[in-house]
């Protein structure tokens, strides 16, 4: 069972995500906070599997409440949905910390799909979100593979599979490894790059052109 806390500042919101995700199997809604703070308090007595956070709220906004929870709690996942999707709040939440950014005009079957995909190790960005963030990043600066000039040719491939929103189980079998192989990789990723997990390192490999949307560049 995904054990879920609920955090957005209108009630409307927060119930309706309730009914729908208590309709899901093997999702339950152990609680609901209306503020970054009374998030950050609720995890630690709730203990969640993931988050669902709101950005734009009262007080200690998401983005402040995902770097606490992860600074504290650094193994519960959080997934932000929220209606806004300016350009800097997307950078910043991926920063903080967040697993993945959903927009709330997205189904209910979306939502639900993305939760389990992120309790599972997935990065989930949503399409309209990614494109803004792809399009920043390439009026930004031009791709700069050089950060990753420490990886070797596997661990670049595995990186490439992360920024794909693949598993360690689903990139063990594209490569014919032994998940614990993969496993070990990533952990060298992580340090080599000095970032603090796969989401960090797959906005990484976006930011400076590993990969690009709408190619199949992932054999490295």
Known sequence: MIRVLVVDDQ???T???RVILNLAPAIEVVGVAYDGAQAVELVGKLKPDLVLMDLKM???NGIRATRAIREQYPDT???????YS???WVFDAIRAGASGYLLKDSGGD?????????V???THIDPAVADKLLALARQQIRPDTSIFAELSQRELAILRYIARGLTNTDIADRLALAEGTVRNNVSAILNKLGVADRTQAAALAWHHGLVQRGTDDLQG
């Open 11 to 13: 009630v409307v919101v």
């Open 86 to 88: 300016a350009d800097e």
């Open 77 to 83: 996942h959080i997934l932000v949905l929220t209606t």
């Open 120 to 122: 599972e190790g997935r």
């Open 15 to 17: 119930e309706g995500l």
């Open 110 to 118: 979306d939502i639900i799909a993305a939760i389990k995909g992120t």
């Open 58 to 60: 009262p007080g200690m």
